[in-house]
Nanobody, 124 residues
Framework: EVQLVESGGGLVQAGGSLRLSCAAS????????IGWFRQAPGKEREGVSC????????YYADSVKGRFTISSDNAENTVHLEMINLMPEDTAIYYC?????????????????WGQGTQITVSS
């Protein structure tokens, strides 16, 4: 059974930092790309970042470049998202997702498997 479990969300003040983790199981981790997405109330789900577990290629939305860093621990089948200088507009539910066939890396429709999400709230 494929499982993606997010952790590390919470409440933080603007300018603060958080680290999200996505623990994957049930599939061959090295064959997949793992992406992070977010969805704020009333908005569509948007791609935040993605990493290819096979070659380490990374992708970032313009809105998070320079503030978020994605990394993969293939030994632990886990992907991390380090977030610094968080802003109120980063408030959303954050989801990790997995895809075997990476194209753009930030399109939700590319991804086959999804976690349940973790809430991040950034207060001003």
């Amino acid at each position: 059974e494929v499982q993606l479990v997010e952790s590390g969300g919470g409440l933080v003040q603007a300018g603060g930092s958080l680290r999200l983790s996505c623990a994957a199981s049930g599939f061959t981790f090295d064959d997949y790309a793992i992406g992070w997405f977010r969805q704020a109330p009333g908005k569509e789900r948007e791609g935040v970042s993605c990493i290819s577990s096979s070659d380490g290629s990374t992708y970032y939305a313009d809105s998070v470049k320079g503030r978020f860093t994605i990394s993969s621990d293939n030994a632990e089948n886990t992907v991390h998202l380090e977030m610094i200088n968080l802003m109120p507009e980063d408030t959303a539910i954050y989801y990790c997702a997995a895809t075997r066939w990476l194209l753009n890396g930030l399109w939700p429709s590319e991804f086959e498997y999804w976690g349940q999400g973790t809430q991040i709230t950034v207060s001003s």
